[in-house]
């Protein structure tokens, strides 16, 4: 049959897309990132990166899995989301579920008893994805943590300073830090007659405040957990009533006049503490990002002192995008001492999802790096393109040719407007001198070969340092 | 008993560092990557993404693990030190053995087909390890290909000054690339009378050259793997006699002038593409980096045409710190069409334990960063030294103080010292000015508050780009 042979072929195309898809998916839930996103990244890891090293903190990597007796009784019920790597012999092993839990093992393992560092890695978590919402199963954290000894409020303040910076530079627009104490927390519970055994599940309710009104929250205190109602309306002026545009320290000075609060100890204590922190936040400059806030009730089974979540005040339904707070207990769990700690996580992926819509549009990053394409419209320019591209490359800009051995001018041109190249340099041959583009003005200049790359060095940003 | 809790005490001083060693440790053959460490590895990666964006190329990143079937079937005997994730429902997972098997996927994933793309990470093999040899179960890798159509050798340049660019970066010593062509070596083999069915256990024994002597390769050729004695023979002169020595095109001519292997129609075609990658080389000016040399013969299993590896000439028994080809057949593999590629990828652990060497004699590199330590030995000073380093970290500078109200003099002085920070700004409330010690000149000057930051800017290398 004539037609059989154009018929299987049809067959296969029809077929063979289908297979291939099958056969190159990404796994569910993970995400590869492709040169913009890549170059993002890279510009907002450089940002952290420099305020890290501003405050002298070190960098620190841990290996991606860790024994799973190392994981195992830290993360509570979450503890079923641990990927857990296939018994081939040997030790039992996981990926790690987060930056912390290997931080504490590293301090055991090196003998650390005082370290400020910092951590940028991929943490797994075998979580129901929602790519749309930004939910993965392989994400980045950024930790950064002061371990050791020191005085009241002096790490808190660094480590507050070191977050406005970071959020300062990444540029994602207006954000507050909210913050409060948890000791100061557990007095106000106390003193409005909360009685201690319900002080987690009335925290978990405070906390919603951020999304839900206080009737609601009201009624799942009274109705669904059991709250006096009385109660529950002494607990209202506290974490309600615009706390976000009051100032830190006239919120400091409301609660201070509140007597039957600071009659209990450890709410007194804590708004000394905070009073001292307020001061350093002022002498460093920040105290303007504070908000401080009793509604702020995150996470607590494991802080011990002052408390921060930071949330961008611009977009809508963002949420938090670092928080963080003093845990004295938690680092010490692999060594026979405890070592107190104070640290921030900043919510990388969340602020890389937000960096590539506004960098998208603000058009600052690109994919491809290159700033002159080499083009010529001679016949076999190979060797005349790459004589003038390695001039360009010693002398740290960032160039590139067409692998073609003879690229029409129009390809060239097209090339260098899609990838968003700002300058094109034309051999011409026949000509002593070399036609420089560029593409936003379409103006032209002539310039000999000796002076191409003194006429970029004064028009692009180009890396000195490069040979 | 008395004496009994003290004992109970004893005991358990005894027992519970074993018990804490035991829980703090890294999973066999990883490393924790500590300060210093760390510091090395951003100083290397800075330097490598920098070569990649002056050549325009991409980055991109893959995730940590694949599903199975992907990896399935690619690594031939090797696919034993795949690690596999433990079936937990839903995909059956594997962590990635390399960025090859991921960047086919990937491309597939994309419908990419053309690119020129880098990728730095980290990659997972269930092999023995030898920590002391730098062998480690996770590790980098960091790969550098071009796919896609192009003219002959434009992108083997291309992959090649980038190559030489790295290395020149790195500042390693000095080295050389060690470059050859299958189809030259397969024509060599078939001119001397090589079977072709031995064509690949012949390359293995020839591959030891660099580590044996002619001797005893020759013996395994003809004892081990049954080589009549004087096709052996035959081979000698093309893999032995001071190739590392002569010039490139000395060595292409040698060859040319060699009538019998230029019969050979695959000799003379790779011979011709040799010279035109020459040329190329030349006109980038790192034609003086490469030996041309017939005893490259490793990895030859999916390599198509030219092959390179570059070697330290200066370390003793460091052996391949990069190493790449071209290989037509393996991007496609994911694709109904195949996708012709060139690439190379560059030993990163390995040369990360080079540096980390050479970095702790030169003492370049420091773990901690800080430039400028502000100290005091007034009492309670807290405020004030945070003044200041507010206003450096303004500027720019690395700048830190102590966790402590009031430390004293010594301690400040032994803790700059100790970290190699450069310089102590000293604040005593009694005078307006600030005192600022060169650690290493031991020299002091007086400096008003509004001076310092100049002060530093003319004496550090300051982030111009902090806010």
């Not at 990444?170 to 106390?190: C, F, I, P, S, T």
Request: proline residues 4%.
């Amino acid at each position: 049959a004539p037609n059989a042979p154009g018929l299987a072929r049809l067959l296969e195309e029809i077929l063979a897309p289908a297979v291939q898809v099958m056969k190159a998916k990404e796994p569910k839930g993970t995400r590869d990132t492709e040169p913009f996103q890549m170059a993002v990244r890279n510009k907002a890891f450089a940002i952290i990166r420099a305020t890290f090293d501003r405050h002298g903190a070190v960098g620190i990597d841990t290996p991606i899995f860790e024994r799973k007796e190392t994981l195992m009784g830290k993360y509570g019920e979450d503890q079923k989301l641990i990927y857990d790597l296939k018994d081939q012999g040997g030790e039992i092993l996981s990926l790690r579920y987060d930056l912390t839990v290997p931080f504490a093992r590293y301090c055991a393992s090196h003998g650390v008893k005082q370290i400020k560092r910092y951590h940028i890695g991929t943490v797994y978590r075998r979580d129901q994805p929602n790519v749309n919402r930004g939910r993965y199963r392989e994400f980045f954290q950024c930790d950064f943590d002061v371990a050791g000894p020191g005085a009241v409020m002096s790490q808190e303040a660094d480590v507050l300073k070191v977050l406005t910076e970071i959020l300062d530079a990444l540029q994602l627009g207006e954000y507050r830090v909210k913050l409060n104490h948890r000791k100061l927390l557990d007095a106000m519970m106390a003193v409005c007659g909360v009685p201690a055994e319900k002080f987690r599940t009335i925290c978990s309710a405070i906390d919603k405040l951020d999304k839900e009104p206080w009737e609601k929250v009201r009624e799942e205190m009274t109705v669904e957990k059991g709250l006096a109602p009385d109660v529950a309306d002494k607990i209202n002026p506290y974490v309600t009533g615009g706390v976000a545009e009051a100032s830190p320290n006239s919120v400091l000075a409301k609660l201070r006049k509140d007597s039957k609060l600071c009659a209990h100890p450890s709410a007194a204590a804590a708004l000394d503490e905070i009073e001292v922190l307020f001061n350093y936040l002022r002498a460093m400059k920040c105290l303007h990002r504070i908000s401080f806030d009793l509604s702020l009730a995150r996470g607590l089974h494991y802080y011990t002192g002052v408390i921060y979540e930071a949330m961008l005040t611009t977009e809508d339904g963002v949420g938090s995008i670092a928080a963080g707070g003093r845990y004295d207990g938690l680092i010490g769990m692999f060594s026979p001492r405890s070592i107190p700690a104070v640290g921030v996580s900043v919510g990388i992926s969340r602020i890389l999802a937000i960096m590539e819509q506004q960098e998208s549009k603000r058009g600052g990053v690109k994919g491809c790096p290159t700033q002159v394409l080499v083009a010529s419209t001679a016949e076999n320019s190979l060797v005349a393109r790459m004589e003038i591209c390695a001039l360009l490359w010693e002398a740290g800009v960032n160039a590139e040719y067409l692998y073609e051995d003879s690229p029409k001018h129009k390809h060239q041109l097209e090339y260098a407007i899609k990838e968003g190249i700002p300058y094109i340099v034309f051999i011409e041959p026949s000509q002593k001198t070399l036609q420089i583009r560029n593409i936003t003005t379409k103006q032209d200049d002539q310039v000999g070969r000796g002076e191409v790359c003194a006429f970029f060095a004064s028009r692009l940003k180009v890396d000195a340092s490069a040979k």
